[in-house]
């Protein structure tokens, strides 16, 4: 577990898309720490480079630049299977799109990182019992996605995300696929498990949700900015500037 350390630590960290004829610069030099406990958001317009961001902190992507340390480790040094063993114990992920499988119940959805790791049914069941009642779906175990409301599907999606126990949330637009009272439901739950202990960052585009974290990063254009120019930014672009590059 961290201790004097950041749980995240971001130096420098960079990437780069290439394509045939023009390499796109998603992320440029981002310099970011989050402290164990910690409940940080996210924030800017579509297209800053929000997703891409959560995607190197989960270990789905890896920057082109840049240094990356998860509890102290350097990520760069981690093998795929080492990659993949880290994905699953210390990192829980809440999409907008809730990615449950359709074919399993809620039950088998919230159980299924803990089969990865070859845990003991016994443990299971009781993981996964105790994770479905902290989100309120614990009657519902037996139905399928396609039987709940979005809601209901994103709380389900949650449990998933913290029945193994992780070091850190990532959500990423956990309430984009919700009306505002589901949403706002989303992010209660999120921040009751924030005063449990959790850590979280997540990403929105929506500043009401932005606020409601200890600290907010502004992204824009791929780079870090203090939330005035952030602000600024995004007035000039939807006034018909094109910030980015004028």
């Known amino acids: 577990m961290a201790g004097d350390h950041p749980l995240i630590h971001l130096e420098g960290l960079s990437k780069v898309f290439y394509t045939e ?19 940080v958001s996210i924030a800017g317009p579509s297209g800053c480079g ?5 995607s190197i902190l989960g270990l789905l992507d890896s920057p082109t630049g840049g240094q990356y340390l998860l ?3 350097p990520v760069e040094d981690l093998t795929a299977s080492q990659r993949a063993k880290i994905r699953n114990q210390a990192i829980g992920f809440i999409f907008q ?3 449950l499988i359709g074919d399993l119940t809620v039950y088998e959805n919230v159980e299924l990182p803990l089969t ?3 845990m003991p049914g016994a443990e299971r069941k009781e ?16 139905h399928y996605p396609s039987q709940l409301s979005g809601g209901q599907q994103q709380r389900v999606a949650v449990a998933r995300a913290i029945v193994g126990k992780p070091l850190i949330l990532l959500a990423d637009e956990p309430t984009g696929n919700l009306d505002s009272k589901n949403g706002s439901a989303v992010m209660e739950l999120m921040l009751e498990l924030h005063a449990e202990g959790a850590t979280i960052c ?4 929506d500043p009401r949700y932005a606020h409601m974290a200890d600290r907010s990063v502004h992204l824009f254009d791929g780079q870090v900015v203090s939330e005035d120019d952030a602000r600024k930014a995004q007035e000039l672009e939807q006034a018909g500037f094109d910030v980015a590059h004028g």
Do not use: P, W
């Not at 004829?21 to 910690?38: C, P, R």
């Not at 019992?129 to 519902?140: K, N």
């Not at 997540?202 to 585009?205: E, S």
């Open 127 to 142: 993981r996964v019992q105790v994770a479905l009642e902290r989100v309120g779906m614990a009657h519902r175990m037996g």
């Open 202 to 205: 997540m990403v929105t585009h």
């Open 21 to 39: 004829e023009v390499e796109t610069h998603a992320l440029s030099n981002i310099n970011l720490s989050i402290a164990t406990g910690e409940f």
């Open 71 to 73: 509890d102290n480790t």
């Open 116 to 118: 990865y790791r070859g």
């Open 50 to 54: 929000k997703t891409t961001l959560l």
């Open 97 to 99: 799109a809730f990615n």
